[in-house]
């Protein structure tokens, strides 16, 4: 008996092994990795163990899980993705609904968007999704009216009203905080915003909850229906992962799903 016993133990233990999986996963440094701190612990109580992997910009965590050096994603919007996939041939999808990261505009001079002068230079960022996105919620403030059809591959040739004849400057998005000093104003990144040591509540102007900008859990369309993709959303998708976002980040993230 007691060797039945411990034969059945032992087989328990490698369906177990077999059945525990390790996926890593690309994140962008700030909210995108404390949240997937959180989220990886969830996972591990349902057998699956992540291993994050953290970049310092858009570009590498896509090309990285492209070239099957990751199995998921975790930092970016579909606008970008989409972009993305255009420009580079990727076959990669978006699964599931994590966080917004609101990007907003900043300025070391001014407290309102209306004290922007005539002339102003502007920073934004340099990829195309994240352009727009700026251009889109500046014209929200009423300072530039773009083409109604501009939609979200806005750039500045789209800007049909500048009354102030705003000058924009385009800049990698990690470099943007650090323009700040340079220009009158400029768009950020919550994720790089917090590490710069700016506060998105005090903002000039940033994109709320109605936001079209999303993140999202992103995996090659090879591995959609493996089973370790549910497992991985919902892991983010959990009561403790927003409650981590309220009280961690007071606003400034916002859980997306």
Not at 50 to 78: K, M, T, W
Not at 144 to 149: G, S, W, Y
Not at 180 to 194: M, S
Request: proline share 6%; charged share 20%.
């Amino acid at each position: 008996m007691r060797r039945l016993l411990a034969a059945s133990c032992l087989s328990l233990l490698a369906l177990a092994g077999a059945q525990a999986e390790t996926i890593k996963v690309g994140v962008t440094a700030g909210p995108f990795a404390e949240v997937l701190d959180v989220a990886k612990a969830n996972a591990a109580r349902e057998g699956l163990t992540i291993e994050p992997v953290e970049f310092s910009d858009f570009v590498g965590p896509n090309a990285a899980l492209a070239a099957g050096d990751l199995h998921a994603n975790s930092y970016q919007h579909r606008p970008f993705l989409q972009a993305q996939i255009d420009a580079r041939g990727y076959d990669l999808v978006p699964v599931g609904k994590t966080i917004l990261v609101p990007i907003a505009f900043y300025s070391k001079r001014y407290k309102t968007v209306n004290e922007i002068p005539a002339g102003a230079t502007v920073a934004i960022p340099n990829d195309p999704s994240n352009e727009a996105r700026t251009l889109l919620l500046l014209e929200t403030t009423g300072l530039i009216k773009l083409r109604p059809d501009a939609g979200f591959k806005a750039t500045p040739v789209d800007i049909v009203e500048n009354p102030k004849n705003i000058k924009f400057i385009e800049l990698e998005a990690a470099q943007l905080a650090r323009s700040l000093d340079d220009v009158h104003a400029a768009a950020v990144n919550t994720n790089y915003a917090l590490q710069a040591g700016l506060n998105p509540l005090e903002s000039l102007v940033r994109e709320g909850p109605q936001s079209r900008y999303i993140c999202e859990v992103v995996v090659r369309r090879q591995d959609v229906d493996k089973p370790w993709v549910k497992q991985l959303v919902a892991a983010f998708q959990s009561p403790n992962v927003q409650e981590f976002i309220d009280k961690r980040f007071k606003g400034a993230v916002i859980a997306g799903w």
